[in-house]
Nanobody
């Protein structure tokens, strides 16, 4: 599976962005998907995950109520809707594919990673 993330940019605090992650290959629907982020000088951080069917989701406490992960298997795409953005959300955002069943916040569970898209939130 090859992943291509897009949709990042510069936004003011309180604004919104929607990230997309397009996957190549016909097995996209077999993978759980996740979003992670990494700010300068910090470790990669879990943001959200979704099961292969889209029936289950998991969001980090830091984004719960503001971010929503979703997917469209017909379009081989997973999304991250980000609302009420804060300066501390500034980071490079990565999408990743998890071949195992269930939801996980652990980066080691994910076998395939996209190249990342920069999100910058100004105060």
């Amino acid at each position: 599976v090859q992943l291509q993330a897009s949709g990042g940019g510069l936004v003011q605090a309180g604004g919104s962005l929607r990230l997309s992650c397009a996957a190549s290959g016909r097995t996209f629907s077999r993978y759980g998907m996740g979003w992670f982020r990494q700010a300068p000088g910090k470790e990669r951080e879990f943001v959200a995950a979704i099961t292969w069917s889209g029936g289950g989701t998991l969001h980090a406490d830091s984004v719960k109520g503001r971010f929503t992960i979703s997917r469209d298997n017909a379009r081989n795409t997973v999304y991250l809707q980000m609302n009420n953005l804060k300066p501390e959300d500034t980071a490079v955002y990565y999408c990743a594919a998890d071949p195992a069943i269930g939801l996980s916040p652990l980066p080691t569970r994910y076998d395939y990673w996209g190249q990342g898209t920069q999100v910058t939130v100004s105060s």
